[in-house]
C-alpha cells in the first residue's frame, strides 16, 4: 500500500520561507513523477512543481524563481522549498504521484495522494 504523508507547513508572514516534505512509503517502481499541489479555498486544485524518477524538473509559472522541487532517495522523501512567500500562496498543499514518468501538472494524471498540510502567508 503507497502512502504519502506531508509536513512542514505553517503560518509566516510574508517574505518569509517554508519548507515542505513529503515522505513516501510502500512505492516500489523505478519510474514514476512526484510532484506538488496546492488548493486554495474556492479554487481549483493547482499544480505547483513536478520531479520525475531521472530528475527532470517543471515549476509552474506562478511559483518559478521562488519554489525548488527536489527530492532525498535515500530517504524517499520529496521536498518543496518554498521562498518569498506572498499572501496568494496560502492553500493546502498536497504531494502526490503516479506511476507513468511525465512532467505534468494535470492533477488527474496522480494516483497516489498525501493527505495536504496547510500553507499559510500573511501581509
Known amino acids: 500500500q503507497v502512502q504519502l504523508v506531508e509536513s512542514g507547513g505553517g503560518s509566516v508572514q510574508a517574505g518569509g520561507s517554508l519548507r515542505l516534505s513529503c515522505a513516501v512509503y510502500?512505492?516500489?517502481?523505478?519510474?514514476?513523477?512526484m510532484a506538488w499541489f496546492r488548493q486554495a479555498p474556492g479554487k481549483e486544485r493547482e499544480g505547483v512543481a513536478v520531479?520525475?524518477?531521472?530528475?527532470?524538473?517543471r515549476v509552474a509559472d506562478s511559483v518559478r524563481g521562488r519554489f525548488t522541487i527536489s527530492q532525498d532517495n535515500a530517504k524517499n522523501t520529496l521536498y518543496l522549498q518554498m521562498n518569498s512567500l506572498e499572501p496568494e500562496d496560502t492553500a493546502m498543499y498536497y504531494c502526490?504521484?503516479?506511476?507513468?514518468?511525465?512532467?505534468?501538472?494535470?492533477?488527474?494524471?496522480?494516483?497516489?495522494w498525501g493527505q495536504g498540510t496547510q500553507v499559510t502567508v500573511s501581509s
Open positions: 520531479r520525475l524518477s531521472d530528475g527532470r524538473t
Open positions: 502526490a504521484k503516479a506511476w507513468n514518468g511525465d512532467l505534468t501538472l494535470n492533477p488527474n494524471k496522480y494516483n497516489y
Open positions: 510502500g512505492y516500489t517502481g523505478s519510474t514514476y513523477s
